[in-house]
T-cell receptor
Framework: DAGITQSPRHKVTETGTPVTLRCHQT?????MYWYRQDPGHGLRLIHY???????DKGEVSDGYSVSRSKTEDFLLTLESATSSQTSVYFC?????????????FGPGTRLTVL | AQKITQTQPGMFVQEKEAVTLDCTYD???????LFWYKQPSSGEMIFLIY??????QNATEGRYSLNFQKARKSANLVISASQLGDSAMYFC????????????FGSGTRLLVRP
């Protein structure tokens, strides 16, 4: 158990509303990631963080922003949700941020945008 | 560009038999990691096994082993003595050796274990 929680676990919202998803870890790992999972795809990286206030974009970052003001929390914000952002969102941590380190995933958040 | 390919969308296996899930990868980096994750119907992503590109021996974790053939760029997962609880989606992934160290995932293989 890597001590990762996500909230909320499920959310239904309407197009155009802002949405914030939270990822919380208990073990002070440096690297944190947000991925999304859609049918027919594996997981794709949205944004990642390599320290407090240090973030960068992934391959599907359009329409998303992130913040990390504390080591333990990594927030993903959809400024104005669209139906194409209906997905399952996973947070992950990497113990040392090297490519040989295992990433452990949170339980996921299922987001539906109507 | 780095890519992971899983060519088996779905597979069946009889309980107690072994099964191999295929994964091929493409990268020009000499250093990389290969991972397998299991996603049961409950939705969580469970880490199963890891293989480093410089590892000389194939990785094993209990009933899971990774058949690593570097020259062929394949990293197949072998599950021995299948159990009903092994029914799930299985994803192969590769780590990127850029500043993100993100994972690139394949599209997954759905395994169904028959009693």
């Amino acid at each position: 158990d890597a001590g990762i929680t996500q909230s909320p676990r499920h959310k239904v919202t309407e197009t155009g509303t802002p949405v914030t998803l939270r990822c919380h870890q208990t073990e002070n790992h440096r690297y944190m990631y947000w991925y999304r999972q859609d049918p027919g795809h594996g997981l794709r990286l949205i944004h990642y963080s390599y320290g407090v206030k240090d973030t960068d974009k992934g391959e599907v970052s359009d329409g998303y922003s992130v913040s990390r003001s504390k080591t333990e929390d990594f927030l993903l914000t959809l400024e104005s949700a669209t139906s194409s952002q209906t997905s399952v969102y996973f947070c992950a941590i990497s113990t040392n941020g090297r490519g040989t380190d295992t990433q452990y995933f949170g339980p996921g958040t299922r987001l539906t945008v109507l | 560009a780095q890519k992971i390919t899983q060519t088996q969308p779905g597979m069946f296996v009889q309980e107690k038999e072994a099964v191999t899930l295929d994964c091929t990868y493409d990268t020009s980096d000499p250093s990389y990691g290969l991972f397998w994750y299991k996603q049961p119907s409950s939705g969580e992503m469970i880490f199963l096994i890891y293989q480093g590109s410089y590892d000389q021996q194939n990785a094993t974790e209990g009933r899971y082993s990774l058949n690593f053939q570097k020259a062929r760029k394949s990293a197949n997962l072998v599950i021995s003595a299948s159990q009903l609880g092994d029914s799930a989606m299985y994803f192969c992934a590769m780590s990127m050796m850029d500043s993100s160290y993100k994972l690139i995932f394949g599209s997954g293989t759905r395994l169904l274990v028959r009693p």
